[in-house]
């Protein structure tokens, strides 16, 4: 059978030729398992391609609200255990496009002229970037 994560590059792949063919890929994959936040995550990816910019930020907001809440921690982190500081670290590590994802979405509200939630992103990657650079991940 057909599983997430093919469907998921057929659509991507579809998406680099015709967003149009792809988009109800994409909607599929959400309509299957909306508790995906890879697929969500995609859909962000292709309308942000699409410099549709309105729908990338909705679709990764989606994304980030189906996520672990990490980036809530980013700047009490040291306040929290050493299993939630693993844990952090292992979503990072398993993660590895997770920066890209906030920084198109910023790039996102940029585009849309909310300069307010772009600037929190901004704070958000640099925070988790630091993190990255202290731990060595």
């Given amino acids: 059978g057909i599983t997430m994560d093919n469907l998921g590059w057929e659509a991507v792949e579809t998406s680099k030729k015709s967003f149009e063919k792809a988009e109800p890929l994409f909607l599929k994959i959400i309509d ?12 962000a990816d292709a309308y942000f391609r699409k410099k549709d910019y309105k729908n990338a930020a909705i679709w990764y907001e989606k994304f980030l609200k189906l996520s672990p809440p990490f980036i809530n ?3 009490e ?55 990255r650079k202290i731990k060595n991940i």
């Fill in 77 to 131: 982190i040291e306040t929290k255990t050493s299993w939630e500081k693993f844990q952090f670290r292992i979503f990072l590590k398993s993660t590895s496009d997770f920066e890209n994802s906030i920084d198109n979405l910023k790039k996102s509200y940029e585009n849309i002229n909310n300069q307010e939630d772009a600037k929190q992103y901004d704070s958000i990657i640099k925070c988790v970037k630091n993190y």
């Fill in 73 to 75: 921690w980013c700047e």
């Fill in 32 to 43: 299957l398992n909306p508790e995906y936040p890879a697929g969500n995550r995609i859909l």
